[in-house]
């Protein structure tokens, strides 16, 4: 009798502590749920000097709720020679995000009449922005510009 009353107790306190465990597992991913919800924008600016040096700088970073509905994707084959490639890192400089934008400097306009047409501009200054999910990890970012022979760094900061 004493083992099955035994037995009993450590059914009980097993099956009541389990329960408390899974509250709290489920109160947990709903925290980080709640982070995901969050969409994180870096606004720059870029110009370029009489001698043809460009400089980047970080104009706003802001944090707003939402959920994106894809995630960046970087694929190294689509990247032209002048397009910028952005690095997100962490503390310890392991690569979280990357992305590339087309050269804000030289973008393509179309022009819609009887057929249409693309033009490209050259701009000494121009802004850009780059949007990806939120995530506390992210503690740098990293801008270089894809050249042809190789990549040349335009802007580095830490959040």
Same mark, same amino acid.
Do not use: C, H, W
């Given at each position: 009798?004493?083992?099955?009353?035994?037995?009993?107790?450590?059914?009980?306190?097993?099956?009541?502590?389990?329960?408390?465990?899974?509250?709290?597992?489920?109160?947990?991913?709903?925290?980080?749920?709640?982070?995901?919800?969050?969409?994180?924008?870096?606004?720059? !600016?870029? =110009?370029?000097?009489?001698?043809?040096?460009?400089?980047?700088?970080?104009? $706003?970073? /802001?944090? *707003? +709720?939402?959920?994106?509905?894809?995630?960046?994707?970087?694929?190294?084959?689509?990247?032209?020679?002048?397009?910028?490639?952005?690095?997100?890192?962490?503390?310890?400089?392991?690569?979280?995000?990357?992305?590339?934008?087309?050269?804000?400097?030289?973008?393509?306009?179309?022009?819609?009449?009887?057929?249409?047409?693309?033009?490209?501009? !050259?701009? =000494?200054?121009?802004?850009?922005?780059?949007?990806?999910?939120?995530?506390? $990890?992210? /503690?740098? *970012? +990293?801008?270089?510009?894809?050249?042809?022979?190789?990549?040349?760094?335009?802007?580095?900061?830490?959040?």
């Amino acid at each position: 009798m004493k083992r099955f009353t035994n037995l009993l107790t450590v059914s009980i306190l097993f099956f009541f502590g389990g329960s408390q465990l899974k509250s709290q597992s489920q109160n947990a991913q709903k925290t980080s749920v709640q982070s995901e919800n969050q969409i994180s924008y870096l606004f720059f !600016k870029i =110009n370029k000097n009489g001698s043809g040096l460009e400089k980047i700088s970080l104009v $706003e970073n /802001k944090i *707003v +709720k939402g959920k994106m509905k894809s995630k960046p994707v970087f694929n190294e084959d689509e990247v032209k020679n002048g397009d910028l490639l952005i690095t997100l890192s962490n503390g310890r400089g392991k690569e979280i995000i990357r992305q590339s934008i087309e050269d804000p400097l030289n973008p393509q306009l179309e022009s819609f009449g009887d057929k249409i047409e693309r033009r490209q501009l !050259k701009l =000494n200054e121009s802004e850009f922005s780059v949007r990806f999910p939120y995530s506390a $990890e992210i /503690k740098s *970012v +990293k801008i270089e510009k894809i050249t042809d022979s190789k990549k040349q760094l335009l802007f580095t900061q830490n959040f």
